[in-house]
């Protein structure tokens, strides 16, 4: 009786001997160093998504990269090159035609069907080149190049070099925008910086979880850190320590047991967002008053 393909998978899937040897090879060297340059870059954008609720644009951007990246499959130019265009002019769309916050949805998803229409057209012509929109899809982090390591670096520093400079008056614009605009704010103006911004990292993060599993290093670990602490600096901080430990520690595993990258960081990132936010929850029920008895 011969094995299912399930069986066969499985098969692969287990505890190598050699692991400590994988994780001192280049490629593995590449893999840390992009993964660690895209945590950092993601952790503080993330912080500012979750604060302004802008998790929806965040994971359109990652869609919209989608027929950027497989248009660079098609004509042969790097990939990054192709969704660092498609992710920055969708993010500049959305920040115009959502100018204000009751329309940014809609903006939001009038641009992100047009670009899935697109990237089904660049799919389907792309279709002998199946393993590159696959690794589109999922992430691909040990593929990275020291080409591609590079532009993770300008990319990384231009991203926290930005933050910086507008962090304070970005922080009030998203906490209260029309009070910051009373006071002179340029409200719309740091709001299309910050899609920019957005799309920058997005770029770097879905080559390594995929557009599907964008929201594990954007995300997840900023809603983690916001579960701990509400000081802003603390938490933009503490979200990239959660990020940069959910790829090393997803990368050793992945190399222990064989498995694809983007499974362990995700869920060690899902693991940590779910036990810090219950225990939170436990905490803030404990310090709750209790209600007075009604008297009879």
Not at 98 to 115: I, P
Not at 131 to 153: E, H, K, P, R, W
Not at 211 to 235: E, G, S
Request: aromatic residues 8%; contains cysteine; positive net charge.
């Amino acid at each position: 009786m011969t094995a299912g393909p399930l069986a066969a998978v499985l098969a692969d899937v287990g505890y190598q001997a050699g692991w400590f040897d994988v994780l001192s090879t280049s490629f593995m060297r590449n893999a840390f160093l992009a993964g660690t340059l895209v945590a950092v870059a993601a952790g503080p954008i993330g912080y500012f998504v979750v604060v302004r609720r802008d998790a929806f644009a965040s994971h359109a951007l990652a869609h919209i990269g989608f027929p950027g990246a497989t248009a660079a499959v098609l004509v042969g130019v790097p990939v990054t090159l192709g969704m660092a265009v498609f992710c920055t002019l969708g993010g500049i769309g959305i920040g115009l035609l959502g100018r204000r916050t009751a329309d940014r949805e809609t903006a939001t998803g009038s641009v992100l069907a047009v670009a899935t229409a697109l990237g089904v057209l660049f799919a389907s012509l792309a279709s002998e080149s199946a393993s590159g929109v696959t690794s589109i899809l999922f992430g691909n982090l040990l593929a990275v190049t020291a080409t591609q390591l590079q532009t993770f670096g300008v990319m990384t520093a231009v991203v926290l070099l930005a933050l910086a400079l507008i962090a304070r008056p970005l922080l009030f614009a998203s906490v209260d925008p029309q009070v910051a605009e009373s006071r002179g704010v340029a409200v719309r103006g740091l709001g299309l910086v910050f899609l920019v911004l957005l799309a920058l990292v997005t770029t770097m993060a879905v080559q390594v979880v995929g557009t599907l599993l964008l929201f594990a290093l954007v995300i997840t670990p900023a809603a983690t850190a916001l579960a701990m602490t509400a000081r802003p600096v603390v938490a933009a901080l503490l979200a990239a320590g959660v990020a940069v430990a959910c790829v090393w520690v997803g990368l050793v595993v992945a190399v222990v047991f064989n498995l694809p990258p983007s499974f362990p960081i995700v869920t060690i990132a899902f693991t940590a967002w779910l036990v810090v936010t219950l225990a939170a929850r436990r905490r803030w029920r404990g310090r709750a008053p209790s209600r007075p008895v009604p008297a009879p």
